[in-house]
């Protein structure tokens, strides 16, 4: 596995672990602020939507002239900050609001981070390659959903959205090392 694949890997892995906190605790949150099923489903219908139509008109713009790392950087650092964000929620009609915007978030990292990840794997094991890409989140994220439990059940919703928010910030960091790297590339076939 190269070095662009690993940090590729490592930050996206970090953001699933800190993404994946919540999951179906969404449920959970949503009647501590007073939300009842009906704005569970368009909690979720609502990101789904978003993320849909975001993930198709982000996956046209990286394929012109816009920068592939930069796209991807916007959507972990608008994931981090709207994480942040559920702190302030007090209300579904907030929430409705906050999942668009994670919905954003995620269609600017998504298919961004896909095209980088086919654009540099080794096409001798790209099945390998693709297994690791498509089967360590769901594990990862396993893991992150018992440990957010674990913290809502031991602390708080409040302990918890500080710990995803902050998971998010270290693989949003992380991951920004794609841009030195795309740089650093950029820089040498100038000279």
Same mark, same amino acid.
């Given at each position: 596995?190269?070095?662009?694949?690993?940090?590729?890997?490592?930050?996206?892995?970090?953001?699933y672990?800190?993404?994946?906190?919540?999951g179906?605790?969404?449920?959970?949150?949503?009647e501590?602020?007073?939300?009842?099923?009906?704005?569970?489903?368009?909690a979720?219908?609502?990101?789904?939507? +978003?993320?849909?139509?975001?993930i198709?008109?982000v996956?046209?713009?990286?394929?012109?002239?816009?920068?592939?790392?930069?796209?991807?950087?916007?959507g972990?650092?608008?994931?981090t900050?709207?994480t942040?964000?559920?702190?302030?929620?007090?209300a579904?009609?907030?929430?409705?609001?906050?999942?668009?915007? /994670?919905g954003?978030?995620?269609?600017?990292? #998504?298919?961004?981070?896909?095209? /980088?990840?086919?654009?540099?794997?080794?096409?001798?094991?790209?099945?390998?390659?693709?297994?690791?890409?498509?089967?360590?989140?769901?594990?990862? #994220?396993?893991?992150a959903?018992?440990?957010?439990?674990?913290i809502?059940?031991?602390?708080?919703?409040?302990?918890?959205f500080l710990l995803?928010?902050?998971?998010?910030l270290? $693989?949003? +960091?992380?991951? $920004?090392?794609?841009?030195?790297?795309?740089?650093?590339?950029v820089y040498?076939?100038?000279?």
């Open positions: 596995m190269n070095k662009f694949i690993r940090v590729l890997m490592t930050g996206s892995l970090l953001w672990l800190g993404e994946g906190m919540l179906p605790l969404l449920a959970v949150f949503t501590h602020i007073g939300g009842d099923i009906l704005q569970i489903s368009w979720w219908a609502t990101y789904l939507l +978003v993320t849909g139509v975001m198709i008109i996956g046209k713009i990286s394929d012109g002239r816009a920068s592939k790392e930069r796209l991807m950087m916007i972990y650092v608008l994931n900050i709207l942040f964000c559920y702190l302030l929620v007090s579904p009609w907030q929430l409705f609001i906050l999942q668009a915007g /994670l954003i978030a995620w269609a600017f990292a #998504t298919p961004t981070w896909s095209a /980088l990840y086919a654009r540099h794997i080794d096409r001798k094991h790209d099945g390998s390659a693709y297994g690791f890409a498509d089967g360590l989140p769901p594990i990862i #994220t396993a893991c959903i018992l440990i957010g439990g674990l809502i059940n031991y602390f708080s919703f409040k302990t918890l995803m928010g902050s998971i998010q270290i $693989a949003t +960091v992380y991951q $920004a090392k794609i841009l030195w790297m795309e740089k650093k590339k040498k076939k100038r000279r």
